[in-house]
C-alpha cells in the first residue's frame, strides 16, 4: 500500500516526540535521584526543640567567614545542627562520627575541621556529622560551662534513636575533636552521664570511642589553653571548676577507646595535655593510642606535611584493628 510522504513525515514525528518523552522522564528521574542523594549529603538539621538552659538574645546572631564560596568559620552560635555526610555506597551496620571542629570555643573552623574531615571520613564508608556546637557564652547560656555538652550529649542521642534511618550500628557510634573541639570530645567522653539538660531519653549519650587531634584536654593553668579556658569557664574559675573539667582527671575504666595525636613542637596547646590523657587511659585500662609527632605545630587539620602528614592513615588502622 502507498504511503504519502505526510504520512511517513507525520509517523517520524510521533517517534519522535516519544523518544523526546522518554529522555525527558529519564532525565527528570536521574535528577530527582541526584537531588535526593544531595538532600540526604547535606540534610542539616536542628539538634534541639527546646533549646535547654537558653536565654534570648536579640543581638547576638550567628556570623560566617566565607571564601570561594565556602563557610570557613562560624562564631556566634546559637542555633546548634548536625549535618550529614553520607558515604556514595550505603552499607548495614554502619560506623558513624561525630565533628567537633576547634576554635578555642569562640568560633568554629567549620571548613578544615568540619566539612573536610566528614569527606575523609566518607572515603572510607565512615557516616560523618558535623555538630556546629554552641559557643560558651554568659549572653545566651544560664550555665556556659556546660553549654557545650549538653549539645554534645544530645548529638549522639540523636544519632542513636535514628540509627536505622542512616544503617548505622548504635554501638559504633564515635567522636572525633580538635583542638577545643578535642576538648569538648574528651569531655563527652569522661562527662557522658552528667545530667546537664532535662530529658526522657534512656540512650546513652557515651561515644564507642573518641579521635582527639592536638585536642585540649586540662584546665589546669600549667599546660591549659588559656583562651579556651577563658571562655569555658570564665576569667577566674574556681579549683573545684578547673578540676572539674581537666579531663585527664575525669578518667574511668568505663571512658572509651580512645586514639590521640599531637605534635611535639605544638605551641598553641601543649602536648601534655595529650600526654597525661593517655597516661590515666593506660593507668585505667581503657584502649589508647597515642602518637606523637617531631613537629607540625598547632592546628595542620588532615596534615599538611611534616612528621604529622600520614596521621589519617594511622588512625584508619586504628579503626580497623577495633573493629569500627
Known sequence: MYESKPYKTLIKLKKLKNLILKNAFLNLFLLLGMLNQLQAQNQIIPLWNKIPGEIKAPDYTEKETVKDGKIQSTTLVTTPTLTVFLPKESKPSQ???????????????IDKEGTKVAEWFNSLGIVAFVLKYRLPSDLIMKDKTIGPLQDAQESIRYIRQNASKWNIDPNKVGVLGFSAGGHLASTLATHYDDKVYETTSKVSARPDFALLIYPVISMQNEITHKGSQINLLGQNPSSELIDSF???KKVTAQ????????ATDDGAVLPENSINYYLALK????????????????????GIGDTNKYWTKQCEDWLKSNKF
Open 246 to 248: 581537666s579531663n585527664e
Open 255 to 262: 571512658t572509651p577507646p580512645t586514639f590521640l595525636i599531637h
Open 283 to 302: 593507668k585505667n585500662k581503657v584502649t589508647a593510642e597515642l602518637h606523637l609527632y617531631e613537629n607540625g605545630g598547632h592546628g595542620f587539620g588532615l
Open 95 to 109: 560506623t558513624a562520627v561525630v565533628i567537633f571542629p576547634g576554635g578555642g570555643y569562640m568560633h568554629l573552623a
